[in-house]
C-alpha cells in the first residue's frame, strides 16, 4: 500500500480522541440535566361552601275533604192530572196562488205621459279607411282630406320619434323587436283604450306611455257626427 504524500493531514489519527472529549461533554451535560431543581410554584384552590341550618323540609299536612252526597231526584207524582184547554186553536188556511188558463187577470192601463224615455247616445266606431273626416291632429286643420289624412299619419309618426325613450332595463339587458300599439280616438278626440302587443312588457309599456301622451285632436266624423276611430301603430325598438 502507498503511503500518502501528507501523513500529517490524516484524520483518522485523532478520531478516538475526539470520541473521548465527546463522550465527557455529553456525560457532564445529563449530570447538570440531572442535578438541575426547578422552583415549585404553589396551586390555591379555593372552595367556597355555606352552611345549611336545616336540611328538612316541612312537608304540609293535607286533609281529606268530604263531600256530602248529592240529594236523589225527585220522585213521579203518583197520580197524573190531566188539564183540558179551554182556548180553541184557530186554523190558518193557505189560499193557492196558482192561475189557471180560465183566470183573467186585468193588465194596469199606462198613460204615455207616464213612461220615460231616456235618449242613450249610441258609440259608434268608424275604421280609419272608411271614415268621411279623419281627426284632425294639432297643426293639421287646412287642406283637403287626403292632406290631413297625411298630415295626421306624419304627426303621430313624429310624436312617436320625439317622445321615444328606450328601457334603461331593455337595453342592458339587450331587449328589441316590434311593438305594435292599437288605440282609439273617442269622439271627444282624446286617446283611450290603448293595447299593446310586443315581445317584452318592458318596450309594450314605454310603448302605450307614448301614445298615451299625444295630444287632443278633434274628433272625426261620420255623416256630421262626432265618432270614434280605431288606429294602430308599429313602434320597433331596435339596437344599433
Not at 271627444?188 to 290603448?194: A, L
Not at 317584452?200 to 278633434?218: C, F, G, N, V
Request: glycine letters at 4%; one cysteine or more; aromatic letters at 6%.
Amino acid at each position: 500500500m502507498e503511503p500518502k504524500k501528507y501523513p500529517k493531514a490524516n484524520l483518522n489519527r485523532s478520531s478516538s480522541l475526539f470520541f473521548v472529549i465527546g463522550l465527557a461533554v455529553t456525560l457532564f451535560l445529563t449530570w447538570i440535566a440531572l442535578e438541575y431543581k426547578s422552583d415549585e410554584k404553589e396551586i390555591k384552590i379555593e372552595i367556597s361552601h355555606r352552611e345549611v341550618q336545616d336540611l328538612r323540609e316541612d312537608v304540609p299536612i293535607t286533609e281529606i275533604i268530604r263531600a256530602e252526597p248529592p240529594p236523589p231526584p225527585p220522585s213521579a207524582p203518583s197520580v197524573i192530572e190531566v188539564i183540558e184547554d179551554e182556548n180553541e186553536i184557530e186554523e190558518t188556511v193557505i189560499k193557492s196562488t196558482e192561475v189557471s188558463q180560465e183566470t183573467v187577470v186585468d193588465d194596469p192601463i199606462i198613460a204615455v205621459e207616464d213612461v220615460d224615455v231616456d235618449e242613450v247616445e249610441e258609440e259608434i266606431t268608424v275604421p280609419f279607411a272608411v271614415i268621411e273626416n279623419i281627426p284632425v291632429f294639432p297643426g293639421c286643420e287646412n287642406g283637403t282630406d287626403e292632406e290631413k289624412r297625411a298630415c295626421f299619419q306624419k304627426k303621430v309618426q313624429e310624436h312617436v320619434r320625439d317622445n321615444f325613450k328606450y328601457p334603461d332595463l331593455a337595453l342592458e339587458m339587450g331587449i328589441q323587436g316590434k311593438v305594435f300599439v292599437q288605440f282609439i280616438i273617442d269622439s271627444k278626440g282624446h286617446v283611450t283604450q290603448i293595447r299593446t302587443r310586443g315581445p317584452d312588457r318592458l318596450l309594450e309599456k314605454e310603448a302605450k306611455r307614448i301614445i298615451a301622451s299625444l295630444p287632443q285632436m278633434t274628433p272625426g266624423k261620420q255623416r256630421g257626427k262626432s265618432v270614434n276611430m280605431p288606429y294602430s301603430i308599429p313602434i320597433n325598438f331596435k339596437l344599433l
